[in-house]
């Protein structure tokens, strides 16, 4: 429990104090991710996101992210995946703008437990392709992540069924071209607490809130979001 109580402290140090305007927005995401596993080496991981603008007015952002992983053992694995991001941006007075990213990633995994907790951490390097109106931007970003699962039933080697409770955190830090994208090291941060069930092996339903601070050009923006995730392995 020290364990779980130092990292979530950890997080919320790592939001930093930004001393620019904040601007406070209202989201909601949805996401699903599935892994697939070939066999015991080889597996398919693919998410799908969308996003609404601020105060659910319209869908901004849909994200379909494809990766093919490698597992060296049970606790190791490692991924390379692409992304296809859209962004809509709607102003009143002024027609629609639909914006492209495009992203090639590398990642490793590792799980493990801490005492009845379900861990794991996620290291991903993207190299970013980033399509503005006035021009096209190449940026390289590091994003490290962890996941705490508590089920809430009694203990087990392994968590098949049962509700629980999901803590998370990720922190971006712009490793190249920073001054295309906020002139920081420091991109954002997301720290979600969710609770879920886990019907079987195979699925997870959860809802939970995120806090998304982020360091823009000018600004920090303070994105509260609801999000709704659905996990299926195979």
Do not use: C
């Amino acid at each position: 429990m020290r364990k779980i109580l130092l990292l979530a402290l950890i997080s919320i140090m790592a939001l930093g104090k930004l001393s620019a305007q904040t601007q406070y927005q209202n989201t909601g995401w949805f996401m699903f991710l599935n892994n697939t596993k070939f066999n015991k080496k080889w597996g398919l991981q693919f998410d799908l996101q969308v996003r609404s603008a601020d105060d659910w007015k319209y869908v901004r952002n849909t994200l379909v992210r494809p990766a093919v992983q490698y597992f060296i053992n049970d606790k190791h694995n490692v991924a390379l995946g692409y992304l296809w991001q859209t962004t809509q941006n709607q102003f009143n007075g002024s027609p629609n703008t639909f914006l492209h990213e495009h992203r090639i990633f590398e990642q490793y995994i590792y799980t493990h437990k801490l005492g009845s907790v379900f861990a794991s951490h996620r290291f991903r390097v993207e190299q970013r392709f980033i399509e503005r109106a006035n021009e096209d931007v190449f940026s390289q970003r590091f994003r490290y992540f962890f996941r705490l699962i508590q089920p809430l039933q009694k203990k087990e080697a392994s968590f098949t069924n049962g509700p629980f409770l999901a803590l998370q955190n990720e922190l971006f830090l712009n490793l190249q071209n920073n001054a295309k994208i906020n002139n920081s090291v420091f991109d954002q941060n997301r720290l979600y607490l969710a609770a879920g069930y886990r019907f079987s092996k195979k699925i997870d339903l959860e809802a939970g809130y995120m806090n998304q601070a982020v360091k823009n050009t000018s600004n920090h923006t303070n994105n509260s979001i609801i999000q709704l995730a659905v996990y299926t392995r195979f």
